[in-house]
Every structure is written in structure tokens, then in C-alpha cells.
């Protein structure tokens, strides 16, 4: 492979330079205008609850900065959601929540693109029911857990009022390639983080173990709800897990 010539690597920095400083000469400023239009395009549709609390002229401002003072750790088009997480990261401008918001819509992002896919082929609750012991839980494959500082209905976002609240969701993708995010009480996320720190053991022990600590709580109810809406999922003891 032949090496660039060094003349040419000192045109692109330079080039590269003047289009991150808002340039004036023309034909530079084009450059900048259409990076900065693509910037905005990416904030809009990978953000869009981010995007609806701020103006137009905010966008624009985010993605003049972004390219200005960003310096990227993965340059390719296609990581320009995580560069824009981490530009915000260290943005004080942005408040946490707000901040929060863009990781929340970050997280289902990397959800939806995940390359996993979920097994289409389930076991009958029947049969769940009446052996319990041949039967492992597993967490969906791609499902993050999210602590925040909101509420997400449809497509609207409701701001807690005090500081020190907070809820969290579990966002996963179902077979149907659709991404859920489920509001999770504290009791579901502790059995969810049991499931995960123990991917192998069987709906008999993990039923054993709850009734142990929660000796009322309806334990194969709450399992048959979460594996009908795709969190949580059972296989034959025989199968591979992900």
C-alpha cells in the first residue's frame, strides 16, 4: 500500500480545520452546512424526545459545537449517535435530566440495531407449569435496564419533580422486531438482576429462592406475564443459551 503523501495529509487537516470553524470562503461553508444539516438529521431521528425540548436554532447550535470541539474516537458516519452521547456528556450546558434523557434514547437505539434475534419458538406455559425443574429463565437478549428521571408515555416525556426520584425501565427488543420499554417496579428489577447474574438456573430454584425472601409474592404470575411480553424467556433445560 503506498503511504499518503505528506502534502496531502497537511491539505486535509487543513480542510478538516476550516470546516469545523464555520467557515467563510463559500465553497468551505458548503461542506460545513451539509455536515451540520446531517448532524441534526442524526440528533432528530435518534433523539427525537431530546429533540422535541429543543428550538430549532438549539439543534443548530449543538451541531456546530459538536463539530467544532468533538473531537471523535470512531470518525465513521454511522457512530455519530455515540460521538453525540459522549460530546453531551461533557456539555455543561445540557442539565441532567436532560442528559438522562439523551442515554434513555441512546440505550433504545442500540436496542433496535442490535444484531441478536429472539428465538421464535417457545415452550407452552402448560408445559412450564407442570415441570418447572426442566425449564432455565434468561433475560431477553438485548434488554438494558435504565435508571431515570422521567416518565415515558407514547411519545411524551413527564419530568419528575424532585431530584431524587426516579423510575427505570427495561428496554428490549420482541421477536416482532418491536422495542418495548417497560416501566419496572423495584421487585421486578430485582428479580430481573437475579435472572441475569444467574442465566442457567431453573423456574424451580429461582421460585424456590423468591418464596424464600418473599414468601407471598406470586412468583410463576409475574413469570408468566413477563415471558408473554417478551423480557423474560424460558427455555428447555437441554437448550442453549445466547
Not at 416482532?176 to 423456574?203: F, G, H, M
Request: charged share 20%.
Amino acid at each position: 500500500m503506498l503511504n499518503t503523501p505528506a502534502t496531502m495529509l497537511t491539505e486535509i487537516e487543513l480542510f478538516s480545520k476550516a470546516i469545523r470553524q464555520q467557515p467563510k470562503q463559500k465553497s468551505t461553508r458548503r461542506y460545513h452546512e451539509f455536515i451540520c444539516e446531517n448532524i441534526v438529521g442524526v440528533i432528530e431521528n435518534t433523539f427525537p424526545l431530546f429533540s422535541e425540548t429543543q428550538s430549532a436554532d438549539d439543534l443548530n447550535q449543538l451541531a456546530n459545537e459538536f463539530i467544532y470541539y468533538h473531537g471523535a474516537t470512531e470518525p465513521e458516519f454511522h457512530q455519530i449517535a455515540t460521538e453525540f452521547v459522549q460530546f453531551s456528556q461533557k456539555r455543561a450546558e445540557i442539565t441532567p435530566p436532560l442528559l438522562k434523557l439523551i442515554e434513555y434514547e441512546w440505550v433504545t437505539f442500540n436496542v433496535e440495531i442490535a444484531m441478536e434475534r429472539m428465538d421464535k419458538v417457545h415452550p407452552s406455559w402448560e408445559e412450564i407449569a407442570v415441570q418447572p425443574d426442566v425449564f432455565t429463565l434468561s433475560c431477553n437478549s438485548v434488554m438494558q435496564l435504565i435508571e431515570v428521571p422521567f416518565l415515558v408515555e407514547e411519545d411524551t416525556v413527564n419530568f419528575l419533580s424532585k431530584d431524587e426520584d426516579f423510575v427505570v425501565y427495561g428496554v428490549y427488543r420482541t421477536k416482532e422486531n418491536i422495542v418495548v420499554s417497560q416501566k419496572l417496579r423495584n421487585i421486578d428489577v430485582a428479580i430481573i438482576q437475579l435472572i441475569s447474574q444467574t442465566p442457567k438456573t431453573t423456574l424451580a430454584k429461582a421460585e424456590q429462592h423468591i418464596h424464600t425472601h418473599l414468601a407471598g409474592f406470586d412468583f410463576m404470575h409475574w413469570v408468566h406475564s413477563f415471558t408473554q411480553n417478551q423480557l423474560i424467556t424460558i427455555q428447555f433445560l437441554g437448550d442453549k443459551h445466547d
